[in-house]
């Protein structure tokens, strides 16, 4: 399972950070994503950590403004957004690959999402 948690109602330029805990079975060797759908949109990738050497992939969009990160020994995976713009509203998910690697990893196991806006 997972548990997304974090978000919240910011004024443009603000900060949060995210949280995903997930149980071991689901967190260990496994590839963490966070992905965001927003209102009348198609669910899109955010971000993506590996399993090991914590390799990272970015969508273009939060590059240099968010950045991911996971705690093995916690079972929980980040997402630390700056500088939020009223283009990232949406609900963030967290999501478990079926690989260690990042960029190998399919998503398939969600969690239930959390609600970003963010006011311009």
């Known amino acids: 399972q997972l548990q997304a948690s974090g978000g919240g109602l910011v004024q443009t330029g603000a900060s949060l950070r995210l949280s995903c805990a997930a149980s071991?079975?689901?967190?260990?060797?496994?590839?963490m994503g966070w992905f965001r759908q927003a209102p009348g949109k198609e669910r899109e990738f955010v971000v993506a950590?590996?399993?090991?050497?914590?390799?990272?992939e970015y969508a273009d969009s939060v590059k240099g403004r968010f950045m991911i990160s996971r705690d093995n020994a916690r079972n929980t995976v980040y997402l630390q957004m700056n500088s939020l713009k009223p283009e990232d509203t949406a609900v963030y998910y967290c999501?478990?690959?079926?690989?260690?690697?990042?960029?190998?990893?399919?998503?398939?196991?969600w969690g239930q999402g959390t609600q970003v806006t963010v006011s311009s």
């Open positions: 999501s478990r690959g079926n690989a260690r690697s990042a960029s190998r990893s399919k998503f398939t196991v």
């Open positions: 950590i590996s399993w090991g050497d914590e390799y990272t």
């Open positions: 071991g079975r689901t967190f260990s060797y496994s590839a």
